[in-house]
């Protein structure tokens, strides 16, 4: 038996590189990851993981499978996995199902980011500023952004969504790119920065935080929205996520902690058990996980547990 002072130890799975996760609760969720030598090879590729308690069932599938989310169904939470070419397949629980593609209208490119917004609505975006929308994960319909003039759809892209409910979507991406989603229709929302936007979350207070190149950070709601002029990192950053009224913050290097105006560099604990390198974030409930290339971790509010690492062999 491990003593409790002991570091847990993470699953070591060498030769992955992790895409996207999606997080149901402690110890469960989906993530997406790629094989190093096939990515290096230019080989489309992707592994679809279903992890719980510590085990693990996967597919590979021979496609670029972009990003994850996950829907819960009576006791029983469900993923959907995306393909940047509009692919899909279900986790129902126990197997992985194929299902149709989402056929792209008009202009096309790769799809970015899946997001489950209510109990039932799903929202697939991407570049072309593509919208797609679906109650059941099998029939997609598309949605239009307003352009503005003088602007064409290709030179456009949305990189994430976020949601405080069905009826109150937000999501950005390219050169500030911010749109609201309300009763099925869209908007654009005038945007404090024309710097690329990657990632975006609704926190606990009412407002919403996304981040993006050259350290911005924007907060706001509805069509007021301020960039944060912190001054502390001109890195990008990546990933945003909100715990139990804490704003968390990934770039490539460091996790910070939004403070006020500040991001705060979030400091390893005593026993040094933390992450080595972040890049996404996800929230739920009270547990965060923080998604390194390399390297899996959960954080409960005060301690962090290794869960997975694809580093080779020491």
């Known amino acids: 038996m491990q003593s409790s002072d002991q570091a847990p130890k993470p699953r070591q799975i060498p030769g992955m590189t992790l895409v996207s996760t999606a997080l149901v609760g402690p110890a469960c969720g989906a993530l997406i990851t790629s094989v190093d030598e096939l990515f290096q090879e230019r080989e489309p590729n992707g592994v679809l993981t279903w992890f719980q308690a510590g085990k693990m069932k996967s597919i590979a599938v021979e496609w670029n499978a972009c990003s994850v989310t996950v829907r819960q169904e009576g006791s029983a939470p469900k993923a959907l996995y995306l393909g940047e070419g509009g692919q ?41 500023l593509q919208v797609y929308r679906s109650d059941d994960w099998v029939d997609w319909r598309s949605e239009a952004i307003p352009l503005l003039p003088g602007v064409q759809a290709v030179d456009l892209g949305l990189e994430s969504l976020a949601h405080f409910s069905e009826d109150e979507v937000y999501a950005v991406g390219w050169e500030g790119l911010l749109c609201q989603r309300s009763k099925g229709e869209w908007q654009r929302i005038d945007s404090p920065t024309n710097c690329d936007l990657f990632d975006i979350a609704c926190a606990s207070d009412g407002v919403a935080y996304a981040v993006g190149d050259q350290g911005t950070v924007i907060r706001g709601r509805g069509s007021v929205w301020t960039a944060i002029e912190h001054g502390d990192t001109e890195e990008k950053l990546w990933g945003v996520a909100c715990l139990d009224g804490r704003v968390f913050i990934a770039s490539m290097n460091l996790l910070y902690e939004l403070v006020g105006e500040n991001l705060v560099p979030v400091e390893p604990p005593d026993d040094e058990v933390f992450p080595s390198s972040v890049y996404r974030l996800t929230a739920a409930g009270s547990t965060l996980w923080s998604a390194g290339m390399k390297e899996l971790f959960e954080f409960d509010g005060s301690r962090w547990t290794p869960l997975l690492s694809f580093f080779g062999a020491e």
């Not at 397949?89 to 970015?112: E, K, M």
Request: hydrophobic share 45%; net charge positive.
């Open 88 to 128: 899909l397949v279900q986790f129902d629980g126990q197997a992985f199902l194929d299902l149709p593609s989402v056929s792209a209208r008009g202009l096309a490119g790769p799809l970015r980011s899946i997001r489950t917004v209510g109990a039932r609505c799903t929202l697939a975006v991407g570049t072309a």
